[in-house]
Protein backbone atom coordinates (compact mmCIF):
# COMPACT_ATOMS: atom_id res chain seq x y z
CA UNK A 1 0.00 0.00 0.00
CA UNK A 2 2.03 2.71 -1.30
CA UNK A 3 5.04 1.61 -0.07
CA UNK A 4 3.60 1.43 3.71
CA UNK A 5 5.95 -0.75 5.80
CA UNK A 6 4.29 -2.41 9.23
CA UNK A 7 6.24 -4.17 11.91
CA UNK A 8 5.00 -6.02 15.21
CA UNK A 9 7.45 -4.81 17.99
CA UNK A 10 6.40 -7.41 20.71
CA UNK A 11 9.34 -9.94 20.83
CA UNK A 12 11.51 -7.84 18.73
CA UNK A 13 10.92 -6.26 15.66
CA UNK A 14 9.15 -8.34 12.54
CA UNK A 15 7.58 -7.37 9.23
CA UNK A 16 4.20 -7.76 9.03
CA UNK A 17 4.31 -9.10 5.43
CA UNK A 18 0.88 -7.39 3.83
CA UNK A 19 -1.33 -9.96 1.62
CA UNK A 20 -4.85 -10.25 0.61
CA UNK A 21 -7.59 -12.22 1.97
CA UNK A 22 -7.70 -16.14 1.08
CA UNK A 23 -11.21 -15.34 -0.56
CA UNK A 24 -13.78 -12.32 -1.37
CA UNK A 25 -16.03 -13.48 1.59
CA UNK A 26 -12.81 -12.94 4.30
CA UNK A 27 -12.81 -9.41 3.85
CA UNK A 28 -16.33 -8.48 2.59
CA UNK A 29 -17.66 -10.12 5.93
CA UNK A 30 -15.13 -8.07 7.98
CA UNK A 31 -16.30 -5.19 6.23
CA UNK A 32 -19.90 -5.55 6.76
CA UNK A 33 -19.34 -6.29 10.39
CA UNK A 34 -17.70 -2.97 11.00
CA UNK A 35 -18.69 -1.01 8.38
CA UNK A 36 -19.53 2.33 10.25
CA UNK A 37 -16.05 2.13 12.08
CA UNK A 38 -14.13 1.24 8.74
CA UNK A 39 -16.26 3.18 6.10
CA UNK A 40 -18.74 5.30 8.08
CA UNK A 41 -21.76 3.53 6.87
CA UNK A 42 -24.54 2.22 8.65
CA UNK A 43 -24.93 -1.72 7.38
CA UNK A 44 -27.99 -2.48 6.04
CA UNK A 45 -28.00 -6.16 4.04
CA UNK A 46 -25.33 -8.29 2.31
CA UNK A 47 -25.67 -10.36 -0.71
CA UNK A 48 -29.47 -8.16 -2.12
CA UNK A 49 -31.18 -10.12 -4.53
CA UNK A 50 -32.35 -7.57 -7.07
CA UNK A 51 -35.45 -8.21 -9.17
CA UNK A 52 -34.92 -7.56 -12.68
CA UNK A 53 -33.98 -9.25 -15.66
CA UNK A 54 -30.39 -10.21 -15.81
CA UNK A 55 -30.66 -10.75 -11.90
CA UNK A 56 -27.73 -10.20 -10.01
CA UNK A 57 -26.91 -9.57 -6.11
CA UNK A 58 -25.28 -6.51 -4.43
CA UNK A 59 -22.57 -7.32 -2.20
CA UNK A 60 -23.88 -4.92 0.56
CA UNK A 61 -25.85 -2.02 1.01
CA UNK A 62 -25.52 0.91 3.66
CA UNK A 63 -26.48 4.51 4.62
CA UNK A 64 -24.28 6.88 5.42
CA UNK A 65 -23.68 9.56 7.60
CA UNK A 66 -25.83 12.31 5.81
CA UNK A 67 -28.27 9.59 4.51
CA UNK A 68 -27.32 8.94 1.19
CA UNK A 69 -27.70 5.15 -0.10
CA UNK A 70 -24.33 3.10 -0.37
CA UNK A 71 -23.61 0.44 -2.92
CA UNK A 72 -20.81 -1.46 -1.75
CA UNK A 73 -19.01 -3.86 -3.80
CA UNK A 74 -15.92 -6.12 -2.69
CA UNK A 75 -13.07 -7.77 -4.98
CA UNK A 76 -10.34 -10.26 -3.65
CA UNK A 77 -7.86 -8.71 -6.09
CA UNK A 78 -7.51 -6.57 -8.71
CA UNK A 79 -11.01 -4.94 -9.59
CA UNK A 80 -11.71 -6.14 -12.72
CA UNK A 81 -14.93 -5.12 -14.11
CA UNK A 82 -16.32 -4.11 -10.56
CA UNK A 83 -17.19 -0.07 -11.25
CA UNK A 84 -19.13 -0.95 -13.93
CA UNK A 85 -21.03 -3.33 -11.95
CA UNK A 86 -21.39 -1.09 -9.20
CA UNK A 87 -22.97 1.68 -11.56
CA UNK A 88 -25.39 -0.75 -12.93
CA UNK A 89 -26.40 -1.62 -9.27
CA UNK A 90 -26.94 2.12 -8.36
CA UNK A 91 -28.87 2.61 -11.24
CA UNK A 92 -31.16 -0.07 -10.46
CA UNK A 93 -31.33 1.24 -6.65
CA UNK A 94 -32.27 4.74 -8.17
CA UNK A 95 -34.67 3.16 -10.41
CA UNK A 96 -36.06 1.20 -7.24
CA UNK A 97 -36.72 3.37 -4.55
CA UNK A 98 -39.40 2.24 -2.64
CA UNK A 99 -37.32 -1.13 -2.18
CA UNK A 100 -34.61 0.61 -0.90
CA UNK A 101 -36.87 2.97 1.67
CA UNK A 102 -38.74 -0.23 2.96
CA UNK A 103 -35.22 -1.69 3.61
CA UNK A 104 -33.87 1.51 5.67
CA UNK A 105 -37.18 1.56 7.49
CA UNK A 106 -37.01 -2.49 8.47
CA UNK A 107 -33.61 -1.92 9.55
CA UNK A 108 -33.21 1.76 11.04
CA UNK A 109 -36.93 2.96 11.24
CA UNK A 110 -39.27 5.38 9.26
CA UNK A 111 -37.65 8.47 10.45
CA UNK A 112 -34.08 7.26 8.61
CA UNK A 113 -36.48 6.23 5.91
CA UNK A 114 -38.44 9.37 5.69
CA UNK A 115 -34.31 11.41 5.18
CA UNK A 116 -32.75 9.35 2.89
CA UNK A 117 -30.37 11.40 0.46
CA UNK A 118 -31.38 10.39 -2.99
CA UNK A 119 -29.43 13.66 -4.70
CA UNK A 120 -26.30 12.29 -3.51
CA UNK A 121 -26.34 7.88 -3.60
CA UNK A 122 -22.52 6.69 -3.53
CA UNK A 123 -20.09 3.70 -4.77
CA UNK A 124 -17.87 2.45 -2.18
CA UNK A 125 -15.57 -0.02 -4.32
CA UNK A 126 -12.96 -1.91 -2.00
CA UNK A 127 -10.51 -4.23 -3.84
CA UNK A 128 -7.56 -5.41 -3.42
CA UNK A 129 -5.87 -3.29 -5.76
CA UNK A 130 -6.72 -0.73 -8.77
CA UNK A 131 -5.49 0.04 -11.75
CA UNK A 132 -4.62 3.60 -13.34
CA UNK A 133 -7.28 3.16 -16.00
CA UNK A 134 -9.91 2.31 -12.92
CA UNK A 135 -8.57 5.49 -10.92
CA UNK A 136 -9.22 7.59 -14.82
CA UNK A 137 -12.55 6.06 -15.19
CA UNK A 138 -14.19 7.27 -12.25
CA UNK A 139 -13.84 11.00 -12.98
CA UNK A 140 -15.73 10.49 -16.58
CA UNK A 141 -18.64 8.91 -14.35
CA UNK A 142 -21.09 11.20 -12.87
CA UNK A 143 -21.80 9.31 -9.89
CA UNK A 144 -20.09 9.92 -6.25
CA UNK A 145 -17.77 6.88 -6.35
CA UNK A 146 -14.82 5.91 -4.07
CA UNK A 147 -12.08 3.56 -4.77
CA UNK A 148 -10.54 1.97 -1.39
CA UNK A 149 -7.30 -0.93 -1.68
CA UNK A 150 -7.33 -3.00 1.22
CA UNK A 151 -4.31 -5.21 2.77
CA UNK A 152 -4.16 -7.46 5.88
CA UNK A 153 -0.98 -7.21 7.35
CA UNK A 154 -0.37 -10.56 9.61
CA UNK A 155 -3.11 -11.90 11.41
CA UNK A 156 -3.94 -9.02 13.62
CA UNK A 157 -4.27 -5.66 11.21
CA UNK A 158 -5.83 -4.57 7.91
CA UNK A 159 -5.28 -1.40 6.62
CA UNK A 160 -7.54 1.33 3.69
CA UNK A 161 -6.58 3.27 1.66
CA UNK A 162 -8.74 5.92 -0.67
CA UNK A 163 -7.19 5.15 -4.02
CA UNK A 164 -9.48 8.01 -5.55
CA UNK A 165 -12.70 9.77 -4.66
CA UNK A 166 -14.88 11.31 -6.79
CA UNK A 167 -18.11 12.97 -6.36
CA UNK A 168 -21.02 13.09 -8.48
CA UNK A 169 -21.39 17.05 -7.93
CA UNK A 170 -20.85 19.84 -10.47
CA UNK A 171 -17.55 21.97 -9.55
CA UNK A 172 -17.80 24.73 -6.90
CA UNK A 173 -17.07 28.05 -8.15
CA UNK A 174 -16.04 30.69 -6.03
CA UNK A 175 -18.12 33.76 -6.00
CA UNK A 176 -16.75 37.27 -4.96
CA UNK A 177 -19.54 39.20 -3.05
CA UNK A 178 -19.14 43.00 -2.90
CA UNK A 179 -20.80 44.64 0.10
CA UNK A 180 -22.58 48.06 -1.31
CA UNK A 181 -21.98 50.95 0.81
CA UNK A 182 -24.44 52.15 3.36
CA UNK A 183 -25.41 48.45 4.40
CA UNK A 184 -27.52 49.25 7.59
CA UNK A 185 -25.41 46.66 10.78
CA UNK A 186 -27.74 43.73 10.55
CA UNK A 187 -27.58 43.75 6.74
CA UNK A 188 -23.53 44.02 6.76
CA UNK A 189 -23.53 41.53 9.39
CA UNK A 190 -25.37 38.72 7.20
CA UNK A 191 -23.07 39.58 4.00
CA UNK A 192 -19.85 39.42 6.66
CA UNK A 193 -21.36 36.02 7.67
CA UNK A 194 -22.05 34.99 3.88
CA UNK A 195 -18.30 35.72 3.16
CA UNK A 196 -17.23 33.92 5.97
CA UNK A 197 -19.33 30.34 5.05
CA UNK A 198 -17.80 30.79 1.38
CA UNK A 199 -13.44 31.22 3.01
CA UNK A 200 -14.79 28.13 4.98
CA UNK A 201 -16.12 26.08 2.35
CA UNK A 202 -13.20 26.72 -0.14
CA UNK A 203 -10.87 26.01 2.98
CA UNK A 204 -12.64 22.46 3.17
CA UNK A 205 -12.55 21.45 -0.05
CA UNK A 206 -8.82 22.63 -0.92
CA UNK A 207 -7.74 20.85 2.31
CA UNK A 208 -6.42 17.90 0.00
CA UNK A 209 -7.35 15.40 -2.07
CA UNK A 210 -10.57 13.06 -2.56
CA UNK A 211 -13.07 15.87 -0.56
CA UNK A 212 -16.12 16.10 -1.40
CA UNK A 213 -19.22 18.07 -0.20
CA UNK A 214 -22.89 17.07 -0.03
CA UNK A 215 -25.09 19.45 1.01
CA UNK A 216 -28.61 18.63 3.52
CA UNK A 217 -30.74 21.06 4.62
CA UNK A 218 -29.54 21.23 8.17
CA UNK A 219 -25.78 21.12 7.39
CA UNK A 220 -22.97 20.50 4.51
CA UNK A 221 -20.96 17.67 5.17
CA UNK A 222 -17.14 17.47 3.49
CA UNK A 223 -16.01 13.98 3.62
CA UNK A 224 -12.90 11.96 2.59
CA UNK A 225 -14.89 8.86 2.34
CA UNK A 226 -16.02 9.24 5.82
CA UNK A 227 -16.93 12.59 7.02
CA UNK A 228 -13.94 14.80 8.76
CA UNK A 229 -16.43 18.52 8.96
CA UNK A 230 -19.85 19.61 9.00
CA UNK A 231 -20.91 23.36 8.40
CA UNK A 232 -24.30 24.83 9.93
CA UNK A 233 -25.54 27.51 8.46
CA UNK A 234 -24.60 31.05 9.86
CA UNK A 235 -26.74 32.16 12.78
CA UNK A 236 -26.71 35.76 13.78
CA UNK A 237 -22.88 36.73 14.17
CA UNK A 238 -21.17 33.05 14.25
CA UNK A 239 -20.39 29.85 12.08
CA UNK A 240 -20.30 26.26 13.44
CA UNK A 241 -18.42 23.82 12.62
CA UNK A 242 -18.43 20.00 13.53
CA UNK A 243 -14.73 18.13 13.50
CA UNK A 244 -14.24 14.34 14.10
CA UNK A 245 -10.95 15.44 15.68
CA UNK A 246 -10.90 14.34 19.34
CA UNK A 247 -11.56 16.73 21.28
CA UNK A 248 -10.06 15.23 24.31
CA UNK A 249 -6.29 16.23 22.20
CA UNK A 250 -7.41 20.01 22.00
CA UNK A 251 -6.52 22.66 23.78
CA UNK A 252 -10.21 23.86 24.01
CA UNK A 253 -10.75 27.88 24.15
CA UNK A 254 -13.99 29.07 25.69
CA UNK A 255 -16.05 30.81 22.65
CA UNK A 256 -13.79 29.21 19.75
CA UNK A 257 -14.14 25.26 20.39
CA UNK A 258 -15.90 22.82 22.65
CA UNK A 259 -16.48 19.41 23.47
CA UNK A 260 -19.99 18.55 22.50
CA UNK A 261 -19.36 14.57 23.46
CA UNK A 262 -23.04 13.14 23.47
CA UNK A 263 -24.97 16.26 22.82
CA UNK A 264 -27.26 16.84 20.22
CA UNK A 265 -26.01 18.93 17.04
CA UNK A 266 -26.79 18.80 13.51
CA UNK A 267 -23.80 16.94 11.13
CA UNK A 268 -21.45 14.78 12.89
CA UNK A 269 -18.43 15.36 14.69
CA UNK A 270 -17.70 15.60 18.98
CA UNK A 271 -15.55 18.71 18.29
CA UNK A 272 -17.80 22.37 17.94
CA UNK A 273 -15.62 25.30 16.32
CA UNK A 274 -17.03 28.81 16.57
CA UNK A 275 -15.83 30.97 14.03
CA UNK A 276 -16.64 34.77 13.76
CA UNK A 277 -14.06 36.15 11.63
CA UNK A 278 -11.61 34.61 8.97
CA UNK A 279 -9.26 35.15 12.04
CA UNK A 280 -10.90 32.88 13.29
CA UNK A 281 -10.66 30.73 10.28
CA UNK A 282 -6.68 30.31 10.59
CA UNK A 283 -6.60 29.74 13.98
CA UNK A 284 -9.07 26.40 12.55
CA UNK A 285 -6.73 25.59 10.14
CA UNK A 286 -4.76 22.82 12.08
CA UNK A 287 -7.89 21.33 13.47
CA UNK A 288 -9.64 20.97 10.01
CA UNK A 289 -6.30 19.01 8.95
CA UNK A 290 -6.25 17.06 11.53
CA UNK A 291 -10.29 16.14 11.38
CA UNK A 292 -9.15 15.59 7.78
CA UNK A 293 -6.18 13.31 8.62
CA UNK A 294 -8.40 11.15 10.85
CA UNK A 295 -11.26 10.64 8.29
Given at each position: ????????????????V??????????Q????????????????A??Y?????????I????????????V??F???????????????????M????????????????S?????????P?????????????????R????????V?????????I???????V??????T??????????????????????L???V???????????T?????????Y?????F??????Q???????LK?????????????????????H??????????????LE?????????????
Open positions: MSGLRLYNLEGGVTEAPHLAEVEADVGLIEANMETMLGVRFLSEVIDCVEGGRDSLGLDENGAPVVEKRGTAAGVINQGLYYMAWLAHKDAFQNLVRDRLGGAASQVLWSARLICVAGDFTRYDAHAVEHRRSIDLRYRYFGTEHGLETVASTGQSAVKRVRRRPAGLPPARRRDEAMAEAEADEALLGIGDGVRVQRKQYAAQRLRNACVCPPQAKLLVYADPKGVDLVPGFTRDVTGLGHGTGDLEVQLRTERDRAQDLFRASYAAA
